[in-house]
């Protein structure tokens, strides 16, 4: 089993930078494709974006394209996601997740099995 730990969130102005961690223990990420998925109360959780196994594919929501970065480090067994230009819509618990086989892409419909507790992540006017 995988146990995922999310840090780095917090509360920020419109128009901030925050860099969010997910550190991973009780297996490798490597080979595993990560996602990062959001939620705020009463919709259905989001997701933000993914990265494949092996690091040389992202995908983004479009309207965040441009705006977020996700990024792994497997000698860290970490992923990250890079946010700027933060919006107030962009307020939302931030979870990261990954599956229980490698390769398979992570998707909206189809997340992976292993979920961290979530981080907050405020954005104010």
């Known amino acids: 089993q995988v146990q995922l730990v999310e840090s780095g969130g917090g509360s920020v102005q419109t128009g901030g930078s925050l860099t969010l961690s997910c550190t991973a223990s009780g297996r490798t990420l490597q080979h595993y494709a990560l996602g990062w998925f959001r939620q705020t109360t009463g919709r259905e959780r989001e997701l933000v974006a993914s990265?494949?196994?092996?690091?040389?594919?992202?995908y983004y929501t479009d309207s965040l394209k441009g705006r977020f970065i996700i990024s792994r480090d497997d000698a860290k067994n970490t992923v990250y996601l890079q946010m700027h230009s933060l919006q107030p819509e962009d307020t939302a618990v931030y979870y990261c997740n990954t599956g229980s086989r490698p390769w398979i892409a992570i998707t909206q419909a189809q997340p992976g099995n292993y979920w961290g507790q979530g981080t907050q992540v405020t954005v104010s006017s």
């Open positions: 990265i494949s196994g092996s690091g040389t594919r992202n």
